[in-house]
């Protein structure tokens, strides 16, 4: 039976509850859907915030791994970019955001997981396809706004470290552009192969214009699904 680790990772909102609705929704969906031929392990990485604190009791209670991580408070001054960047646009915080959380996140899966899924902490499953034969060196996403999804993924754990390990000079050199084509020119520029598969989730938001001082490019609750033609 293969090993699977299920990486449910990003801000704790718009509630703390919402997010443990998330937590254990996923959890039921992987294991009644692929329990018979997967092992499951399922960690959670989020920011702390005024939620992230019933998040980890949660978490500790139903022996769930949880990884509490501190808020950036000063993009510019963090060390990712370097002196000759002056200005951080509202944009570029996400990227810079999601680029050091999954850097964080690779040192928390076992190396002995055979596939690595990513969700943000905040999606809600409604259908995950996972192929029969997960291909070597390839990144299973969909296309989205020019690039691919950063949302939700899965590959082997080997071509996992390597879509995932994002440097801070290839993000630097595309500042201004999106989560999405920074995602696909990485994996393009490593010659990582992208494959599309089926999904259906809910993306819960908050309405704020801002979350912990940083964007929010939805503010509402929104339906995201792919299908494999």
Not at 61 to 89: A, C, P, T
Not at 90 to 102: A, C, D
Not at 137 to 153: K, L
Request: with cysteine; net charge positive.
């Amino acid at each position: 039976m293969k090993k699977v680790t299920v990486l449910m990772i990003g801000v704790s909102r718009p509630n703390s509850d919402r997010i443990i609705n998330n937590i254990n929704n996923n959890i039921k969906y992987f294991k009644l859907n692929y329990s018979k031929k997967y092992s499951f392990s399922f960690i959670v990485l989020t920011y702390r915030n005024s939620f992230s604190d019933k998040v980890y009791e949660y978490c500790i209670e139903k022996n769930i791994k949880i990884v509490i991580m501190e808020q950036i408070k000063d993009f510019k001054m963090s060390g990712f970019y370097s002196q000759k960047i002056n200005k951080i646009i509202n944009l570029n915080t996400n990227s810079h955001r999601i680029v050091l959380s999954m850097r964080n996140a690779l040192n928390h899966i076992n190396n002995s997981t055979e596939i690595v899924i990513r969700l943000r902490i905040d999606t809600e499953l409604n259908k995950f396809v996972i192929d029969n034969h997960v291909d070597d060196n390839t990144y299973y996403s969909s296309p989205h706004c020019g690039g691919i999804t950063d949302n939700i993924g899965y590959s082997d754990y080997k071509t996992f470290l390597s879509v995932w390990n994002i440097n801070n000079v290839f993000v630097e050199n595309h500042l201004g552009s999106n989560n999405e084509t920074i995602l696909k020119n990485w994996c393009q520029k490593n010659k990582i192969k992208i494959k599309y598969f089926s999904y259906k989730y809910i993306l819960h938001q908050s309405k704020d214009d801002f979350f912990d001082d940083v964007p929010q490019w939805s503010k509402k609750t929104r339906v995201f699904e792919y299908k494999i033609k």
